[in-house]
């Protein structure tokens, strides 16, 4: 067996030297520096990392903390491990050892299944830890690995910290009399840990601050009979973050529902609310709740309200060239109606609130009807809907028109009295803007025709429709050209017989993008304005086929060629857009 070592600064400055990595000017000057009384403990990675030498074989590198950690895993032939902690079992992994004994060798086991152990740490030599956790790891085999150590420290209090109170507030015992359906009563058992209780306070604020960390655009908190399952959609696609005994997730319901204002005792239907609170970068963040009674318990979502979104520029989402200048023709006029389509998700919210935005001058008064109201933005007069006391849209929109409005954003036409509305409305001066649920922009129409709205009214006050959907966008870290299919290109843009690029882009996978290949999301859009001869057609009674036929022969560019114009420019990827947007003609 291998002597145990440490590394310490000269270690590493001799192998770097040796390796060609380093000068020997940076060699002697780092030599003749003292670490600070607060550096004592540092990893000497970190140490060195400090002064941002240059890498000797990419000068147009230095040698940061990550390019030292990658250098030490293969100086000392293990591999290199990056911790993602939506991939980490904590409740398994936090088991293999005691804090105490995590942070004494500086190590943290990462991962766990029935013949190995991963631990990782920035001691690739130390040893001496070794023998004594395999004689508690009942037979199974310690897998060495080396991550960045500044990870390593970050993640051992995290991980800890949050088993210590899930452990905490289930006081150690099974599920208890948590309300669903197929209670058994358990005589003798504590009730759920109390919302108010410090282990539970501590949950909350590392799941809000968590799901800010990763990008999270919604927590989802569903009751299963044994333990709750807590998600996070990132671009779009939900991820598995950590299981909690029923009764903790209970309470950590509860203690939201409590910070949302909602009512705690009311179990058996819906609530909505809404939380405001601050990341640790220190930016306000709206949280809009929501509740739902289910066979094991109330099962919460709640969606997080980026602040940037009400300053991001239309080239930002995704909106630009021909299809911003008709959106923008369509928003400026002083009267009329500008719908919105789109399925939940699909990043209405986002368009509506920052085109309000960029319209709410001092010489404009906006008014807006919500059900709820997303973010709180000071430059708007905004209304909720509150159906508990008759308030719904048409009473809000009625009621606004006696508040001297220029523009009226309803949150959704959802029936035919609160399309009469918006209509009264345009047809008294003001721009309303409002979203429906359909398919595309020609089927928005068919909707509203479908609602009872006369279709002379619709060509009298209709502006436009704008549809729209949200593709996750290639990770710029590690996208990689390809050939285009030459198949899968003619479905994207059909009926179009459009030019093929040679070349587009693909995804791979990377540490920053979690070996997704995709990072963040863009907008793909479909706007119809109403041209003279739509509105005529919309008239004469014409068929949803006719009015998509003519709106394209006009110029409108279905969500798919959109799509296929953000996969020639390498933002994204074919398979990515015929997933979110449906093929011409259906719908």
Known sequence: MQPSIRIDIRWVLDGLFEDGRISERDLNFVSGQRREKSELNWNPLQFLAKFNLQDQQNESKTLDLDRLTEWLAKRANQSLYHIDPLKVDVAATTAVMSFQFAERHEILAVAVDDETVTITSGQPFSRDWEQGLEQTLKGKRIKRV???????????????????????????????????????????????????????????????????????????????????????????????????????????????????????????????????????????????????????????????????????????????????????????????????TGPTGSGKTTTLYSTLKQLATREVNVCTIEDPIEMVEPSFNQMQVMDNIDLTFADGVKSLLRQDPDIIMVGEIRNLETANMAIQAALTGHLVISTLHTNDAPSAIVRLIDLGVPPYMISATLLGVMAQRLV?????????????????????????????????????????????GYLGRVGIYEVMPLSQELKDMISHSADLSDLRKQAMKEGMRTLRLSGAQKVASGLTTPEEVMRVAPVVGSG
């Open 472 to 516: 996750r966008t290639l990770c710029p870290h590690c996208k990689r050209d390809t050939y285009v299919d030459p198949d899968a290109w003619q479905n994207l843009i059909s009926p179009w017989k459009g030019k093929q690029p040679e070349k587009i882009k693909a995804p791979v996978g990377c540490l920053e993008c979690r070996k997704t």
């Open 146 to 340: 080396i991550t960045n150590p500044a990870e390593i420290r970050r993640f051992t209090l995290e991980f800890y910290n949050l088993a210590r109170s899930v452990k905490g507030a289930s006081g150690g015992k099974g599920p208890s009399n948590v309300t669903n359906f197929e209670q058994l009563l358990q005589l003798g058992e504590l009730t759920s840990p109390d919302a108010n209780d410090q282990h539970i306070v501590k949950i909350v604020d590392w799941l809000l601050q968590y799901a800010f960390d990763q990008r999270a655009s919604d927590i989802h908190l569903e009751p299963r009979r044994e333990a709750g399952n807590i998600r996070f959609r990132i671009d779009g696609v939900l991820h598995d973050v950590y299981e909690l005994p029923a009764p903790v997730m209970a309470a950590v319901t509860s203690r939201i529902k409590i910070l949302g204002r909602m009512d705690v005792a009311e179990k058996r239907r819906p609530q909505d609310g809404r939380l405001k609170t601050k990341s640790m970068e220190g930016d306000e963040v709206e949280l809009r709740l929501s509740t739902l009674p289910t066979a094991f318990g109330e099962k919460m979502v709640m969606r997080i309200f980026d602040p940037e979104v009400l300053v991001r520029s239309s080239a930002q989402m995704g909106l630009a060239d021909e299809d911003f200048e008709r959106w923008n023709a369509m928003v400026t006029q002083p009267n009329g109606i500008v719908l919105v």
